[in-house]
């Protein structure tokens, strides 16, 4: 099974995960750390060729300096609020506890980078996952990450939040962080100087978006430079207008049927084309980025995004008034959103007792409310440690939804992480063509495809 895992997740990336790596391999784990400057790196370089050096022990990946142990924390959340959240905890961290020192790690394409690296044997002794993914449950039964079941941190999680981290094994092989969700983002100050409300159901949502075009207003931002933002929208809307849609391609990629023919795929990509014909033109174009700061900007009155761009979009608008509310089906009552764990931390299984008691230590101190609370004053999504709180009013409406249940997980947490990447392209060519029934068997052809690998 091991052999397996390494074989099929390491071939796909390998050049990436080099890049991503600086072409190294082993024990060499020169940490990556953002918001380093250009002599802080030199000297870190220097500390880290020199142990290498003095050091037989190849496989460590915790660089010990006098008395001092410095572990990388491998983070995959790339936008800024995240980012800013988890290094003032690191900073405040550091300062507190002289013998230990993280450094934080976060490359592009992470996931790949990981994975290419937990396969070659470097893995990070802290790293940050998606415990309810597929790929994740392949991690833990091959043994890559570390039984966290006994660690008394784990109390202070939302117990529902934890148990969705819960492992085949009836173990908990992570601390659950932060929830997610995608929905529609919203200018509220748009919304009422051109007097609309928060819409419930689809044609209430057509309506909204009629009411601002008519007032020369772009009702909706759309990001598609990448395939996996176009495949965040693509999770979103599967989830909101197909209620079985997930399970359909779970069924489909174990040889049960097609999307071709399928009615509800049909309706949601025909709903789709509605909401492209009310989107910026230059939607193909757009990088995530871009987009969100124009929405902050108020160029358009609504984005589909995930919380994890909630704390970027405020950082690029401070004075923004924002809300969030879930993308509507044909009724209130069928709506659902996409919601999952965003950000959870875990520990190596290959990691040294000494290297595995201090990465403790910092995830005993990552579940402190009042540390919690600063990555979530950063990142803005719901955090899953108990007695944050979260003040802005605007997401009441998704906190409402994911309370009340009506919720799905992200489609990895069903099928094959390799199936779900290949439709984002697939949906992607959508956005261009804008073909419904080209689509539906451009799907099918894709899963065929990357089920058989």
């Known amino acids: 099974m091991k052999k397996k895992l390494a074989m099929a997740l390491c071939v796909a990336m390998t050049v990436t995960a080099l890049a991503g790596c600086g072409g190294k391999s082993g024990g060499d784990n020169t940490a990556k750390t953002t918001g380093t400057d250009a002599g802080q790196q030199e000297e870190t370089q220097t500390e880290n060729q020199e142990q290498t050096e003095s050091d037989d022990s190849s496989g460590d990946k915790a660089q010990a300096s006098g008395d001092v142990m410095t572990l990388e924390f491998f983070q995959q959340k790339s936008e800024e609020g995240p980012q800013k959240g988890y290094q003032a905890i690191i900073d405040k961290f550091n300062a507190e506890n002289s013998d230990i020192q993280i450094e934080m790690n976060t490359?592009?394409?992470?996931?790949?980078?990981?994975?290419?690296?937990?396969?070659?044997?470097?893995?990070?002794?802290?790293?940050?996952?998606?415990?309810?993914?597929?790929?994740?449950?392949?991690?833990?039964?091959?043994?890559?990450?570390?039984d966290l079941s006994d660690q008394e941190f784990l109390k202070n999680a939302n117990e529902a939040a934890l148990e969705m981290t819960k492992q085949e094994d009836g173990g908990y092989y992570a601390l659950p962080y932060s929830r997610n969700y995608m929905g529609v983002y919203y200018n509220q100050t748009i919304f009422e100087e051109n007097g609309v409300e928060i819409p419930t159901t689809w044609d209430e949502f057509v309506q909204v978006c009629e009411t601002l075009k008519a007032a020369g207003i772009t009702p909706m931002g759309l990001m598609g430079k990448d395939p996996g933002r176009v495949g965040h929208t693509f999770q979103c809307q599967t989830v909101a207008w197909s209620p079985n849609g997930i399970e359909n391609i779970a069924k489909v990629a174990a040889g049960e049927g097609k999307i071709e023919g399928d009615a509800e795929f049909k309706a949601e990509f025909e709903k789709m084309k509605v909401l492209l014909s009310y989107s910026n033109e230059d939607a193909l174009a757009l990088s995530d980025t871009q987009c969100w700061e124009n929405f902050a900007n108020g160029q358009y009155a609504m984005c589909i995004t995930g919380s994890y761009a909630r704390g970027t979009i405020a950082s690029l608008n401070p004075d923004a008034k924002l809300g969030v509310f879930p993308l509507p089906n044909d009724t209130e009552e069928s709506t659902r959103a996409l919601a999952g764990i965003d950000a959870a931390i875990c520990v190596s299984a290959k990691a040294s007792d000494e290297e595995k008691a201090a990465a403790y230590r910092f995830l005993e101190y990552l579940a402190q409310p009042e540390n919690a609370q600063l990555f979530c004053n950063s990142d803005g999504a719901p955090s899953c440690i108990t007695g944050v709180e979260n003040n802005?009013?605007?997401?009441?409406?998704?906190?409402?939804?994911?309370?009340?249940g009506r919720v799905h997980d992200w489609m990895a947490s069903t099928i094959n992480n390799n199936i779900v990447t290949d439709l984002y392209n697939v949906v992607q060519g959508f956005w261009a063509e804008q073909d419904v029934d080209k689509v539906l068997k451009d799907m099918d052809a894709s899963i065929a495809v990357t089920s058989a690998e």
């Open 107 to 146: 490359v592009p394409d992470a996931g790949t980078v990981l994975t290419s690296r937990i396969s070659s044997g470097d893995i990070p002794v802290i790293f940050s996952d998606y415990p309810t993914q597929v790929q994740f449950r392949q991690k833990v039964a091959n043994g890559y990450v570390q």
């Open 392 to 404: 802005d009013e605007g997401i009441a409406p998704m906190i409402e939804i994911l309370n009340d």
